[in-house]
């Protein structure tokens, strides 16, 4: 598939997803920007390292906004703990030399999408997804 049409392709995945499969979207986009990161550090590319990362923190950004914290009740501050965890590690990493920060990030992160699979093949699951629609918070999963 040429760059145009794989382009066409994510942004009507990206409008016409549900909330719960945005998410995960999200973070498998993430996830592969952490990948990439890894790769460039092993290779000593740190420009590469440091656009991977950079990446990878808007995406988790967007999940961070699309929170819903009035409604959301304890999953949504546990969520937004997370996300912190994350983006800290993710920014230690990209100033230090020592994959470790990627390597944890990328397996909670994995871990997560996991868990969200799960929790959005029961019909319940839109209750915890954020209020926002796909089109409002498919931002960075446009530039996955």
């Known amino acids: 598939m040429n760059a145009y049409g794989s382009e066409i392709y994510r ?7 549900d909330k719960g499969r945005l998410i995960i979207i999200l973070y498998e986009g993430a996830i592969k920007f952490i990948r990439e990161a890894q790769k460039a550090q092993e290779a000593g590319d740190i420009p590469a390292k440091a656009n991977a990362i950079n990446r990878a923190l808007d995406i988790i950004a967007e999940l961070n906004q699309s929170l819903n914290m009035q409604e959301g009740g304890e999953i949504a501050i546990n ?3 997370i996300y912190k965890f994350w983006n800290e590690h993710l920014l230690k990493a990209k100033v230090h030399r020592d994959g470790l920060g990627l390597a944890d990030v990328e397996a909670m992160m994995t871990s997560m999408a996991e868990a969200w699979e799960v929790v959005c093949q029961d019909p319940e699951a839109n209750k915890v997804a954020p209020k926002e629609t796909a089109e409002n918070i498919g931002g960075a999963a446009r530039t996955l």
Do not use: G, I, P, Y
């Not at 942004?11 to 997803?17: D, G, L, S, W």
């Open 79 to 81: 969520l937004r703990q």
């Open 11 to 17: 942004k009507t995945q990206v409008t016409t997803v």
